[in-house]
């Protein structure tokens, strides 16, 4: 749970002391009274890196000449004052554009600074205007890295004799080491940037893309290159999902011919993982809609994310031979994922609420004969479509009820974020499979284990069963679920479809 909520960097490390909440960020400790959630840790966290001394000289401006930071702040606490405080003192509302862009900044530079290392040259360049766009996007790309499980060592970009990558990332699943370059669409009026230095609002917002990508080859590195380039343009809107499959807007059909012209123009050695996004919150300040969206790309990578028709051993193939880009495309798609709690844990009821439930607490409920009885949960779950919590009930007679009771929507969102161990300790939830690939993918999960001599006695009645009886563990294991999933393929359709290459 904690790692859902909290990435694979390194844990919040926080504890209570003489009524204060304690955290350690790198080799820095700070305390307060004050601090019940961990946003409201980040908050102080944002003022006291970038100096209050600051902050102040730039609140005295006027508002539309006001650092974006400061102007995030100020809409910040405008968001706060819209909503009510709550009896035990806590406000609660749906996050908006707002909360993602200056909650957001706090959180990266909290990562970047307890598992990496903030150096000050990034808290100068956020500080001034001209140069605060470059350093919050790849603030942002190092936020969804380190959460998706890479080691982050920045560049020494003093060094003055040579071009440097933004920094380099190590992938903790992998080993493998990529260099990083991240850049940003620049627009006047936006981010800090004026007429001098940004295009116009109308301009394409893939004007750019082409250019920040042959920037980045100019830049050597020994390893893989990962090449972020953000189109800074309108996020999606609530409308664009409609239908409930989201239509792509259009600079992504753009943004794909662009990568595939690029593609037939490369040099001997040239290749890169480009992700294209859109990470627009600052866009949209006040809409509680999260728009953002990424287009992954192989540049010069024939196996990653490219239409084609494959097998389904082919397609799993490819998804393990790249499973460090599909952490950082879930990164990306769920930035900046802020935990609310220090610890990991889920969020406390709202007051007013019941309490939550949870599996070997003591309670009392009504029987199915509407009798009292005083028992323990031993199991529980959630029904999403009836909005209800049903638990098995057992006394101390080793009798077992049944106990049903609604859950709010507050809850069941929680519920959906960590279904299983929302009750409070682990229980395996089935996944709904939804596609043949998926059906495919839950084989392999399942048999992988099982020992060969069991596999070829599945398949005893193979007719090649001496072909099959040749292959390895791992080709088995691939090959019979294969066919499995065939065979369940041609049970519901009358033709087997492809399995697409951009899946997902």
Request: charged content about 30%; overall charge negative; proline content about 6%.
């Amino acid at each position: 749970m904690r790692t859902q909520q909290q990435g694979l960097g390194k844990p919040i490390i926080s504890t209570d002391f003489n009524d204060h909440k304690v955290v350690a960020v790198g080799n820095t400790v700070y305390f307060s009274k004050d601090w019940k959630f961990f946003t409201d840790f980040l908050s102080h966290y944002l003022k006291t890196k970038l100096d209050p001394e600051w902050g102040n000289e730039e609140l005295a401006k006027a508002p539309e000449e006001r650092h974006p930071i400061v102007q995030w702040y100020t809409a910040y606490c405008e968001f706060q004052k819209k909503h009510e405080k709550q009896p035990d003192g806590t406000y609660s509302g749906e996050a908006t554009g707002v909360f993602f862009c200056y909650l957001g900044l706090a959180y990266s530079l909290y990562l970047l600074d307890h598992n990496a290392e903030l150096q000050e040259r990034y808290l100068q360049r956020l500080k001034r205007a001209d140069q605060f766009q470059g350093a919050y996007y790849e603030l942002m790309v190092a936020n969804c890295l380190i959460r998706s499980g890479f080691d982050l060592a920045l560049e020494d970009e003093t060094d003055e004799s040579t071009k440097h990558c933004e920094f380099s990332a190590t992938s903790k699943r992998s080993g493998k080491k990529y260099w990083i370059e991240a850049k940003m669409r620049s627009v006047a009026g936006v981010l800090g940037k004026t007429k001098a230095d940004g295009a116009p609002p109308t301009s394409k917002p893939t004007a750019q893309v082409t250019t920040h990508i042959n920037k980045a080859f100019e830049k050597p590195a020994d390893d893989e290159r990962i090449i972020f380039v953000d189109v800074n343009t309108t996020p999606m809107k609530p409308e664009d999902f409609s239908s409930g499959v989201p239509t792509p807007p259009k600079w992504m059909d753009a943004v794909e011919k662009q990568l595939s012209d690029k593609e037939r123009d490369l040099i001997d050695g040239e290749r890169a993982y480009v992700f294209v996004t859109n990470m627009s919150f600052h866009l949209a300040l006040d809409d509680t809609f999260r728009g953002q969206a990424a287009v992954p790309f192989g540049l010069g990578i024939p196996d990653y994310n490219k239409p084609g028709r494959y097998t389904f051993k082919e397609a799993w193939r490819n998804k393990q031979k790249h499973l460090d880009m599909l952490s950082i495309e879930k990164a990306l798609t769920t930035y900046p994922q802020i935990p609310i709690t220090f610890g990991g844990d889920l969020p406390p009821t709202k007051p007013g609420d019941p309490k939550r439930l949870q599996i070997g607490d003591t309670c009392e409920f009504n029987d199915e004969n509407g009798k009292a009885v005083v028992g323990t949960i031993v199991s529980a779950a959630v029904s999403e479509h009836e909005k209800r919590v049903t638990c098995v009930v057992r006394e101390d007679d080793e009798k077992l009820h049944i106990h049903s009771e609604p859950i709010t929507d507050d809850e069941l969102q929680i519920y959906r974020q960590h279904p299983e161990t929302y009750f409070g300790a682990i229980q395996r939830v089935t996944k709904n499979i939804e596609s043949p690939y998926e059906l495919f993918e839950h084989f392999v999960a399942t048999y992988s284990a099982t020992p060969r001599e069991r596999l070829l006695e599945l398949a005893k009645d193979a007719p090649d069963l001496n072909v099959l009886s040749k292959l390895d563990h791992k080709e088995l294991v691939l090959e019979l679920c294969e066919r499995w999933a065939v065979s369940a393929q041609k049970m519901q359709k009358p033709a087997a479809e492809p399995v697409p290459k951009k899946a997902d």
